[in-house]
């Protein structure tokens, strides 16, 4: 009886040993989410333009190609095609974009690692980009512009810009909503706009020229597809164009 005992307080011991080191492990673990080094962090994905196929130019037609669930058919969703360009000193310049502008948040910056929310009232006092954008309902049931997004190319890499901050038939502005109604088989004209100010974005010596509309830049390398823009340059601009292009020659 009394080994019994004895046997069944040193496994209750045993136990409560356990248990205390396991609570003080599981404690360590708890208090150290989040306080690892920057080197712990996940590091961006260096997205590079390397297939001619992928580059389009303003006023091709661009297949939004999807795969449908269950069945792995290959499908056109929509059609893009960008038919305008145009760069302004602010949106006040565009009759009706100020007032319908859209917070959301840029990725390009002194710390791309760091999302910063572009307020409203900073994107219409930068120099803003805007885009006529023609839309093809093919199968689309989603009915979303979500999926273009700016990117600027730095020393080869491409990164992202940002979402638009304005679309001309969003329905949510407050929620940055890109979504829009369009009966398959229909096509519509919108306008898409994005701030691209230097000293917004945090980018130094800016190349305008190095500016790409993406399509699904955050999915799959296959599904990606860029348009080459041609932002209309002035007159300040041209000399930092010719250092530029005489950079990349040497």
Not at 89 to 95: I, P, W, Y
Not at 176 to 195: A, E, K, T
Not at 209 to 228: C, D, H, P, T, W
């Amino acid at each position: 009886m009394k080994r019994k005992l004895i046997t069944t307080i040193l496994t209750l011991s045993l136990c409560l040993s356990c248990f205390t080191a396991c609570s003080f492990n599981a404690k360590n673990v708890s208090d150290n989410i989040g306080k690892g080094n920057e080197s712990d962090l996940p590091e961006a994905e260096d997205v590079v333009i390397d297939d001619k196929d992928d580059m389009y130019n303003i006023g091709d037609e661009i297949e939004v190609k999807t795969i449908e669930y269950g069945t792995d058919r290959e499908y056109i969703e929509k059609c893009y095609t960008v038919n305008s360009v145009k760069l302004y000193d602010t949106a006040a310049e565009v009759d009706g974009v100020s007032d319908n502008l859209i917070e959301i948040d840029y990725y390009m910056g002194a710390d791309p690692e760091k999302p910063k929310v572009m307020k409203k009232e900073e994107a219409a006092s930068g120099k803003f980009l805007y885009c006529g954008v023609s839309v093809k309902n093919v199968e689309d049931n989603t009915c979303t512009v979500g999926d273009i997004s700016l990117v600027y190319e730095v020393d080869g890499v491409c990164r992202l810009v940002g979402s638009p901050v304005y679309f001309s038939a969003a329905k949510d502005l407050d929620n940055g909503n890109y979504d829009y109604n369009l009966l398959q088989g229909q096509s519509m004209d919108v306008q898409l706009g994005w701030c691209v100010d230097p000293d917004l974005l945090q980018i130094s010596d800016m190349d305008m020229s190095k500016l790409y509309l993406a399509v699904n830049f955050n999915g799959e390398e296959e599904n990606r597809q860029y348009i080459k823009l041609l932002v209309e340059i002035r007159e300040h601009d041209v000399l930092t164009l010719l250092i530029n292009w005489w950079k990349d020659l040497v």
